[in-house]
């Protein structure tokens, strides 16, 4: 009875017209956001793409606080790792991608296996599997429109290049300005007596015991 019942009302049609449509939407979101994120990294002394923004202000933040950034691409995916385009991150709508091609030839099959057991042998059993299989193959073909780890490698590149040769040299190049110029100043307990002064100074004193001398030579007399 229950097989009739999903076999009659079409309810795994709808569930892999659902899956499709999620596949594509995925294509269709990680498509625009990497699009922008190339963009962006491309000029980046203009962009104002959050990203890219945030990035720049870490990247900033860290060398002036520790100096320059040793591992800059470990830099850059952590923020890329993180970063969410439309409520999830870009990872995750690319395994979205590869997984409805999966689940819509789990769903094609499994249609076919209730209208089966509710039918026997017939048209509609067919009708599902050559149903998924033609949603697997648009999803598959669909996916590959667009080269997303290519696109996330120029990312990548990009900043790598920006935040090397034209970031860092900023940076420096303030660090040098600020740096106020050296002065050479000795401290009072660590200056040298010099050897003239010590000279005068033993010479009072033998004056000194001189004059002292010639009093007590002349009042003892």
């Known amino acids: 009875m229950l097989y009739n019942v999903i076999a009659d009302t079409n309810i795994i049609f709808y569930l892999m017209a659902a899956v499709g449509v999620i596949g594509i939407l995925s294509k269709i979101i ?11 990294a491309g000029n980046l002394s203009k962009s104002r793409h959050r990203l890219m923004e945030r990035i720049l202000s870490e990247y900033g933040h860290a060398y002036r606080t520790y100096g320059p950034v ?46 089966y057991m509710a039918h026997g042998f017939c048209e509609g059993m067919f009708q599902y599997l050559a149903a998924g299989a033609a949603e697997m193959i648009t999803i598959s073909v669909i996916s590959q429109l667009s080269d997303e780890a290519y696109k996330i490698k120029g990312v990548e590149t990009y900043l790598a290049d920006y935040l090397d ?13 600020e740096e106020p110029p050296r002065q050479k100043r000795r401290e009072s307990a660590g200056q040298p007596v010099p050897y003239a002064a010590v000279q005068d100074e033993e010479t009072l004193s033998e004056q000194k015991k001189e004059a002292i001398r010639l009093i007590l030579t002349e009042y003892l007399a």
Not at 30 to 40: I, S
Not at 169 to 177: A, N, P, S
Request: charged share 20%.
């Open 30 to 40: 990680n498509h625009l956001t990497l699009h922008r994120l190339v963009k962006a």
């Open 70 to 115: 040793s591992n800059v691409l470990a830099f850059i995916r952590k923020y890329l790792y993180e970063y969410r385009g439309f409520l999830f991150r870009i990872h995750t709508w690319r395994q979205l991608e590869t997984q409805t091609v999966w689940f819509s030839g789990i769903l094609a099959v499994l249609g076919a296996a209730i209208h």
């Open 165 to 177: 040769n034209v970031y860092a040299h900023r940076f420096l190049k303030e660090k040098q300005t």
